[in-house]
């Protein structure tokens, strides 16, 4: 807080920089509210805990499992249709083919879910949307998709280490993971 020459205290807005009587609740620049723009990037956010998040992580399973369940199936029926004359064999080859093609599959398909979904204008899964969360910089904007990769790459990290880094949810002041402090983010709540 700074003072004129006649001893009336000035608040400048950290947005716009214009010079605000103390008393003001919105800056007479550019009509930010004053309490948030004073106050440091993530105070203002109510952060999603880990319990939330892990209800949101449940959610995200019901919806991606199914679809592996589909892949997988349809992949081994239509390796069954192309070579019925050798079933035995091409059921222990399929076995390994299906479920190595399967794999990739759900990887590919669980990176893009999280990575487009986060770096949308939703900024959340349908488990994190069903919990009224997303996931945002530490200023509270949307991501970028290569944050986003980098915030899915950093669970594998979080989970290397014993799910400790996704527990460190609990624990930290912003509710953060692992994975979100690597990639700059924060989960919120809506």
């Known amino acids: 807080m700074s003072y004129t020459g006649s001893g009336i205290p000035l608040v400048f807005c950290s947005r716009c920089g214009a010079a605000n009587s103390d008393v003001a609740r919105f800056c007479s620049g550019c009509g930010a509210d004053l309490a948030v723009a004073a106050a440091p990037p993530g105070t203002g956010f109510r952060y999603s805990?880990?319990?939330?998040?892990?209800?949101?992580?449940?959610?995200?399973?019901?919806?991606?499992?199914?679809?592996?369940?589909?892949?997988?199936?349809?992949?081994?029926?239509?390796?069954?249709?192309?070579?019925p004359q050798d079933l035995e064999g091409m059921l222990a080859a399929m076995f390994g083919v299906t479920f190595v093609a399967m794999l990739?599959?759900?990887?590919?398909?669980?990176?893009?879910?999280?990575?487009?979904?986060?770096?949308?204008?939703?900024?959340?899964?349908?488990?994190?949307?069903?919990?009224?969360?997303?996931?945002?910089?530490?200023?509270?904007?949307?991501?970028?998709?290569?944050?986003?990769?980098?915030?899915?790459?950093?669970?594998?990290?979080?989970?290397?280490?014993?799910?400790?880094?996704?527990?460190?949810?609990?624990f930290t002041d912003r509710k953060q993971a692992l994975h979100d402090i690597l990639a700059g983010c924060l989960v919120i709540q809506k």
């Not at 969360?133 to 014993?162: E, P």
């Open 104 to 170: 990739l599959l759900m990887m590919a398909g669980n990176w893009l879910y999280h990575t487009l979904m986060e770096s949308s204008h939703y900024q959340a899964t349908l488990g994190k949307l069903a919990i009224g969360a997303k996931v945002t910089d530490l200023n509270g904007s949307r991501i970028s998709f290569v944050r986003a990769n980098g915030r899915f790459f950093g669970k594998f990290i979080s989970s290397m280490i014993f799910n400790i880094g996704f527990l460190m949810a609990a």
């Open 49 to 83: 805990g880990f319990w939330k998040r892990f209800v949101a992580m449940i959610i995200d399973s019901f919806v991606l499992t199914p679809i592996g369940l589909v892949l997988f199936a349809s992949t081994g029926v239509f390796s069954i249709l192309a070579h």
